[in-house]
Structures are given as C-alpha cells and as structure tokens.
C-alpha cells in the first residue's frame, strides 16, 4: 500500500489540474447580455435577454467518447442581432442547457452563418 500512495495522489492532483474553469463574462455594462452569470439556464436567458435572432444547435466532438457523461456534449448558440452571441452547453444525460460563455459584438448579424 506504501508504494500505491504517491502514484494515487498523483493521479488526484493532475485530475485537479484537468479541471475546466470557466471565465466570468466580460460585457460592458450597458449590454444587455450584463445581466447574464454563467450556469444560467435557456429559460433564464430568454426571459432576460428576448428571443434570439437566431439558435444554433451542434454537437461537439465529446459526443462521440464512449461512456461520456459530460456537460458538455453538445453546444447551443443564440445570436443577437446588433448585440452578440450567448453559448450554452448541455451534456448526453444532462439536456438542461447552461451559459458557458457570453460574447459581445455590435457587428453580430443575428443568423448563424455556415463556414464553406
């Protein structure tokens, strides 16, 4: 058992480094998107913010990990015309979307706009 304890604490401290860290959105103060915090809900967004000018639904490349539980499987992306984008990610079991990230651009376009 002497032998199994570093490699055991190893493998804990470098699970601990793994961990995802998600920034505090930086929005100036008079967007609408200030009001967001990260792990709000599509409900929450909606309500706050309105109804996007367009949604964007995809699946991220986790989906295909077998047994993978995360919340991150899957990506959706509201765009707001004039205002920015809202993106928020739900996992294979958890289908309760959650705000990962908040990007403000005056420029946005509100569609979704396919790269070719």
Known sequence: MGRLAPVVVLALAGLAACARSIP????????????????MSLREVKTLVGE???????ATGK??????????AAE???HYRGI??????????????AVIRVEEDRGESGFYRQVR
């Open 24 to 39: 505090a959105p930086r929005v100036s103060p008079s967007s609408p998107l200030a009001q967001l915090r990260i792990g």
């Open 52 to 58: 996007p000018s367009d949604e964007h639904h995809y």
């Open 63 to 72: 989906v295909a990990i077998p047994f993978y539980f995360g919340n991150d």
């Open 76 to 78: 959706i992306v509201l």
């Open 84 to 97: 920015g984008r809202v993106v928020l990610a739900l996992g294979v079991i958890n289908q309760n979307p």
